[in-house]
């Protein structure tokens, strides 16, 4: 299990760095990214751990990677400016 929260982390960590260097103008600071990605890819692995019961630690690592992204992609901001309408 402390194989599993170290490969956890250490993934969460380098695909948060990977999004700061792909993404920096859309996302807010390294500060809060960085640990973003690890805490989501530690609740990854402890959440599908639990439920699946250690069954495989490739399971394990694919459901740190899937709660890491969806914990970046909400830190994500709009690409361009909103544009309104000149009639509202």
């Known amino acids: ?13 380098a695909l948060a760095w990977a999004a700061t260097r792909r993404l920096p103008h859309r996302l807010p600071a390294r500060a809060l990214v960085l640990p ?3 805490a989501g890819a530690l609740f990854g692995a402890f959440l599908i751990h639990t439920a699946l019961d250690a ?3 490739l399971t394990v690592l694919l459901g740190a ?16 400016r909103l544009r309104r309408s000149a009639t509202v």
């Open 1 to 13: 299990m402390l194989l599993e929260a170290l490969s956890s982390a250490i993934l969460g960590l």
């Open 36 to 38: 973003t990605g690890v």
């Open 55 to 57: 069954g495989n630690m």
């Open 65 to 80: 990677v899937i709660v890491s992204v969806a914990s970046l992609s909400l830190l994500l901001r709009p690409a361009g």
